[in-house]
């Protein structure tokens, strides 16, 4: 009996190992994948040469310096895209990929690491830096200022948008000579959006973070107009599953909408969702403001333990102050 329950166990053990060798395989780098070296002094001197020959799963190291003029679209599975020694810096200098922003980023499950870019511009008022159309995207520490839009998604339903630890700023469009807004972050109609640890501020009428995917978690940032005045620090543009948590948040006397956070301000109102709002400080430098706005018809939303300074009204809408 004892050899049959060691031979049980045995086979038990070895089917154990091979689906435990199965699932690490499942997450490993895809065969082949390779270390591309992007620099002045290397074969492949600008990102855009990369783009032509990386396969699925390579990491491409971009020399510290400034790339001008050089903008690349992505197509790629599994990439990890990152400065080395240094930051290096990509400026537009009035070139756009797709005629959309420095890099358009097509390939899921793509990481951007240790990257500036700056100064996109097209016709159509958006011009970012980075366009994400494929799935799953992950900036960090990043920064991306003085385009038209710092970044912009599409409207893939299946889309994942984190930026952790990166700063956007001044990233702006003339409203009153075009009639058309610039917004440091603008997430379209995606999955899921995080944003943690970063600084975004400077934005001039539009927002500084604009979203309408369908979750949003919005944790310990540092969300401030400074020297710009956004119509809203945080707009919740279509409401989601949506938690603003542990943020600094101020407003200049320059807003022209007196409210830092809005919730489903567009489209249906009487669409569900959820909204906690806790743990933020938020200081307001102009006139009467609203801390939350809430459109919706169907949600109440949750503030608690927020610190609120200067003239504000904690709450316009549904939901309850605690």
């Not at 435990?20 to 070296?37: C, I, N, Y």
């Not at 200081?283 to 503030?303: H, K, Y």
Request: hydrophobic share 40%; aromatic share 6%.
């Amino acid at each position: 009996m004892w050899a049959d329950r060691k031979t049980c166990w045995t086979l038990r053990s070895l089917l154990g190992l091979l689906v435990l060798a199965l699932a690490v395989g499942s997450f490993a780098a895809p065969a082949g994948a390779r270390v591309l070296q992007v620099g002045p002094e290397r074969a492949l001197k600008v990102p855009s040469a990369a783009a032509k020959v990386a396969k699925d799963g390579d990491t491409v190291e971009i020399a510290a310096g400034e790339y001008r003029g050089d903008v690349a679209v992505w197509r790629q599975n599994g990439l990890r895209l990152r400065g080395v020694g240094g930051r290096p810096h990509l400026r537009a200098a009035g070139r756009a990929a797709e005629r959309k922003a420095i890099w358009v980023i097509k390939g899921d499950d793509v990481v951007v690491e240790n990257i500036e870019m700056s100064g996109t511009r097209v016709p159509g008022f958006a011009g970012a830096g980075i366009r994400a159309e494929g799935g799953k995207l992950t900036l960090r520490n990043v920064h991306f200022h003085d385009h038209q839009m710092g970044i912009l998604t599409n409207n893939n339903g299946r889309g994942e948008l984190a930026i952790i630890d990166s700063e956007f700023n001044h990233n702006i469009v003339d409203y009153e000579r075009h009639g058309r807004l610039g917004h440091n972050i603008y997430v379209g109609k995606i999955a899921s959006f995080e944003l943690r640890g970063s600084h975004v501020h400077g934005a001039v009428t539009g927002h500084q973070v604009k979203t309408r995917a369908r979750r949003n978690t919005i944790v310990g940032n540092r969300i401030v107009d400074g020297d710009g005045g956004s119509s809203y620090l945080i707009d919740l543009s279509e409401g989601g599953e949506s938690i603003v948590r542990d943020n600094l948040l101020e407003q200049s006397e320059r807003a022209p909408n007196r409210a830092a956070i809005s919730y489903m301000p567009e489209g249906d109102r009487t669409r569900r969702g959820t909204l906690f709002v806790g743990g933020n400080l938020f200081r307001n430098e102009g006139s009467r403001a609203v801390f939350v706005r809430n459109f919706a018809e169907n949600v109440e939303a949750v503030l608690s333990n927020n610190v609120l300074r200067g003239d504000v009204t904690p709450l316009e809408g549904r939901g309850r102050v605690r």
